[in-house]
């Protein structure tokens, strides 16, 4: 048995303005639950006064522990130092700039006694026919270079068991893309959803558009190979396309006796073919890069200050 019920980690990125009420707030919450419970805070290098908050709040709390980065090491580093301290059965992950109401943990841990070992908790969007089909659109793009299975349940907000904590640490990959590796894993996720308030919504509307691109290239490059067998069916297009042009003159100049076409045709299969040859390069260096990277076994992130220094 381990020695704490529930552990939850808190990611912080420039959370000091609202990090004390937030605490307050979780806290009150998991006092409910009436189980022993953990708070680990991680501090991805925040440029604001976050560290200085997180130390403010742990001297007047036995169950908080930080963790401060050197630097911003993005969500991964940071789920990374969570999982890796967390010592309770329970671990439940989650933003702690009001995205993710605390309130929510209850449900979740209700889900957990009735014997599920993932829960994951989504926002209820709004009925808006605009967005379903914008979303419709990525995902079909998306699916087509990502397996079905792995493309889904996206939220940062979960609750996950000791057996499911453990998996995902065997995992040793430099690379890593958390949500794709929690449907990898294997275990079934129990869904639930809250609704999302006008804060929640101003906060989301702050985090930068291009990330969902980013997390997007990052399903793509760390989960499978799609990409690599698109382009050799790319290769096999343009073979087939040339060769069939190349007979069309061919019969051209024999038969009817037409000048092959001269510099503006030439040119523009170069370019064509150019382009294309760039782009295969391109993504073959992206995964290039990801070996390189892999192969130099970095770790995912480096404490500057901790609470667990202290003990």
Same mark, same amino acid.
């Given at each position: 048995?381990?020695?704490?019920?529930?552990?939850?980690?808190?990611?912080?990125?420039?959370?000091?303005?609202?990090?004390?009420?937030?605490?307050?707030?979780?806290?009150?919450?998991?006092?409910?639950?009436?189980?022993?419970?953990?708070?680990?805070?991680?501090?991805? /290098?925040? $440029?604001?006064?976050?560290?200085?908050?997180?130390?403010?709040?742990?001297?007047?709390?036995?169950?908080?522990?930080?963790?401060?980065?050197?630097?911003?090491?993005?969500? $991964? /580093?940071?789920?990374?130092?969570?999982?890796?301290?967390?010592?309770?059965? !329970?671990?439940?992950?989650?933003?702690?700039?009001?995205?993710?109401?605390?309130?929510?943990?209850?449900?979740?841990?209700?889900? *957990?006694?009735?014997?599920?070992?993932?829960?994951?908790?989504?926002?209820?969007?709004?009925?808006?026919?605009?967005?379903?089909?914008?979303?419709?659109?990525?995902?079909?793009?998306?699916?087509?270079? !990502?397996?079905?299975?792995?493309?889904?349940?996206? +939220?940062?907000?979960?609750?996950? +068991?000791?057996?499911?904590?453990?998996?995902?640490?065997?995992?040793?990959?430099?690379?890593?893309?958390?949500?794709?590796?929690?449907?990898?894993?294997?275990?079934?996720?129990?869904?639930?959803?809250? $609704?999302?308030?006008?804060?929640?919504?101003?906060?989301?509307?702050?985090?930068?558009?291009?990330?969902?691109?980013?997390?997007?290239? $990052?399903?793509?490059?760390?989960?499978?190979?799609?990409?690599?067998?698109?382009?050799?069916?790319?290769?096999?297009?343009?073979?087939?396309?040339?060769? !069939?042009?190349?007979?069309?003159?061919?019969?051209?100049?024999?038969?009817?006796?037409?000048?092959?076409?001269?510099?503006?045709?030439?040119?523009?299969?170069?370019?064509?073919?150019?382009?294309?040859?760039?782009?295969?390069?391109?993504?073959?260096?992206?995964?290039? /890069?990801?070996? *390189?990277?892999?192969?130099?076994?970095?770790?995912?992130?480096? !404490?500057?200050?901790?609470?667990?220094?202290?003990?």
């Amino acid at each position: 048995m381990f020695s704490l019920k529930i552990s939850v980690v808190v990611y912080c990125y420039n959370s000091g303005e609202n990090l004390e009420r937030f605490h307050v707030n979780l806290s009150n919450t998991l006092k409910l639950l009436k189980d022993d419970y953990e708070i680990i805070y991680i501090n991805d /290098g925040s $440029e604001d006064d976050t560290l200085l908050a997180l130390q403010v709040v742990a001297n007047h709390s036995n169950h908080l522990k930080y963790i401060s980065f050197t630097r911003h090491f993005g969500r $991964e /580093g940071a789920l990374c130092a969570g999982l890796e301290h967390s010592k309770g059965e !329970v671990v439940v992950l989650m933003d702690g700039s009001f995205i993710h109401p605390p309130n929510v943990i209850l449900e979740m841990m209700d889900e *957990y006694q009735k014997g599920n070992n993932h829960v994951l908790a989504s926002k209820k969007l709004e009925n808006s026919v605009l967005k379903k089909a914008k979303k419709g659109i990525v995902e079909k793009f998306i699916r087509k270079f !990502v397996d079905p299975d792995i493309l889904q349940n996206e +939220s940062d907000f979960r609750l996950l +068991s000791r057996k499911v904590v453990n998996a995902i640490l065997s995992m040793p990959e430099s690379n890593r893309y958390s949500k794709g590796m929690f449907n990898w894993i294997g275990f079934k996720i129990k869904e639930i959803e809250y $609704e999302i308030t006008s804060r929640i919504i101003n906060k989301e509307s702050e985090v930068k558009k291009l990330d969902s691109m980013k997390r997007s290239i $990052e399903y793509i490059l760390c989960f499978n190979t799609r990409p690599l067998r698109l382009l050799t069916k790319i290769g096999l297009l343009l073979i087939g396309i040339s060769l !069939v042009i190349f007979i069309m003159m061919s019969f051209k100049v024999l038969l009817v006796g037409i000048r092959i076409p001269g510099l503006y045709t030439i040119s523009n299969f170069i370019m064509l073919f150019g382009g294309v040859q760039l782009l295969m390069i391109g993504v073959l260096g992206e995964y290039l /890069g990801k070996t *390189y990277y892999e192969a130099k076994r970095r770790p995912q992130y480096i !404490v500057e200050s901790s609470s667990y220094d202290e003990e």
